[in-house]
């Protein structure tokens, strides 16, 4: 699919077909292709739960604002943005760098100015660590809603939901915010979709400071 | 250009040539394209300094790891994640709301609702801000590069840089975070790519918690 005709014809579905089902193999795919987003030093802080029962979706459900889509659309992803991802001795820190030295692009006796140099940016405050995770999170689920949408799959992005009581809920461990969920499957054809919600014009996204 | 191709062939290039200049016109093409990016209730809280002038990009290498591509990249970006922009009497939050008015979305009665809604999601703590502003401009940020890689321009997202000092240099207000650098230009056709870095697998990106 043509990459404008992606970002053109993305749009956050409110209504979901609770009876097209959504295979396990595309939803690998989805996930795999959006994968190839770039990261901070590859760091990929980024995880999903990914919820497909109907129990486990109602319990989701009462702590999003009660919106159906959590529970029509076949597959939910919970994104969580790793605050640690960034830690000496986290294990994707540390496959990272063995990654690295396997492809020629890093050395051994570099590990230990590797490591200084990323708790330097992201780990000496919360709010490096927030920024980091948050962020980095948004490259991939950005990703995720494109390569959902090129294999003809539509998704709907939720902030309306309780932080902490899904942290709760789903013991989602404290090293990880939950900056969205997200709603996965195919549109409802008996629904017709609004108009695209107005944008920033260059001129209002472009900025100067004197 | 086909999605696969921009997911597949996007690569963070580390050599610019100098000499192949960015038109305007392409530049604006880029931000307005990935401008149709979704946001958290629209607010769309990201905003972009464009940076051209050989001086200025020295201003920025000098506090970005002396990057050589800061200069050599025609165009770099400086990304601004508004932590402000869900605040009532903001510009973009007052606008937004106007529109969804104007488009029939939303009615004049409830803005006490909806400003209310967004302070209490994006609002009730300095975390929740970040976290707000820093996924909105990695959705954001993501779309750029994916935009220009569309448009045959290749891309560098840039941590190694001094947050602070570079928020001081370029008189950045306190309300926006940067939570990245961007070069962008056409690759040095004299260099060669390193081959693509490791990614998660489907199995590593999947949690359970229990």
């Known amino acids: 699919m043509d990459f404008n005709d992606v970002i053109n014809q993305r749009r956050a579905i409110n209504h ?7 295979s396990d193999e595309l939803i690998k795919q989805v996930v ?5 987003a770039p990261s901070s030093f590859n760091l990929q802080p980024w995880s999903l739960m990914i919820l497909r029962d109907l ?29 640690d991802g960034w830690k000496k001795g986290h294990p994707f820190v540390e ?18 100015w590797f490591t200084k140099v990323i708790a330097g940016l992201y780990g000496t405050d919360d709010e490096k660590s927030q920024a980091f995770a948050c962020k980095n999170t948004g490259f991939y689920a950005m990703a995720v809603m494109f390569a959902a949408k090129s294999l003809s799959l ?11 009581a899904v942290r709760r809920e ?6 990880y915010w ?11 054809r008996t629904k017709t979709l609004h ?6 014009t260059f001129d209002e996204i472009v900025v100067k400071f004197t």
């Open 32 to 36: 795999e292709l959006a994968a190839k």
């Open 178 to 188: 939950i900056p969205l969920l997200m709603a996965v499957g195919y549109m409802d």
């Open 95 to 112: 496959k990272n760098f063995q990654e690295m030295v396997r492809a020629g692009s890093m050395v051994p006796e570099k590990y230990e």
């Open 154 to 164: 539509e998704t709907h992005p939720m902030d309306g939901f309780d932080h902490d």
């Open 16 to 22: 979901f077909d609770p009876n097209e089902p959504v």
């Open 55 to 83: 129990e486990e979706k109602k319990r989701l459900r009462k702590l999003a604002w009660d919106q159906p889509k959590v529970t029509e659309a076949p597959v939910v992803f919970i994104f969580l943005a790793d605050r």
């Open 170 to 175: 789903f013991h989602i461990p404290d090293n």
């Open 195 to 200: 108009p695209p919600n107005w944008r920033k």
